[in-house]
Nanobody, 118 residues
Framework: QVQLVESGGGLVQAGGSLRLSCAASGSIFSINAMGWYRQAPGKQRELVATITSGGKTNYVDSVKGRFTISRDNAKNTVYTVYLQMNSVKLEDTAVYYC?????????WGQGTQVTVSS
């Protein structure tokens, strides 16, 4: 299994920037992909961004050009994924969940609140 710890959420003004971090530990070498989902009040959970073990990235259309997912796997025991959020909009307000997908399991973070104010 993989344990995920998220950080970096908070309150940001529209047009501003925020960076989320997700540190993975445990069976990190089994991870095929990591990324972020988000869930806004009254809405379904939405996949925001993904990065594979090969470095391929993918984004939902609504964040393309504004959000960037990246990774740091320089350490052997901790694998960190970042979500750089630029030019944030009110509709980016949600709880953001980090996930790590392996062949036999998917692990989830506890969620971090991002609130964009006008």
């Amino acid at each position: 299994q993989v344990q995920l710890v998220e950080s970096g959420g908070g309150l940001v003004q529209a047009g501003g920037s925020l960076r989320l971090s997700c540190a993975a530990s445990g069976s990190i070498f089994s991870i095929n992909a990591m990324g972020w989902y988000r869930q806004a009040p009254g809405k379904q959970r939405e996949l925001v961004a993904t990065i594979t073990s090969g470095g391929k990235t993918n984004y939902v259309d609504s964040v393309k050009g504004r959000f960037t997912i990246s990774r740091d796997n320089a350490k052997n025991t901790v694998y960190t994924v970042y979500l750089q959020m630029n030019s944030v909009k009110l509709e980016d307000t949600a709880v953001y969940y980090c996930y790590a997908a392996a062949s036999r399991f998917t692990s989830w973070g506890q969620g971090t609140q991002v609130t964009v104010s006008s």
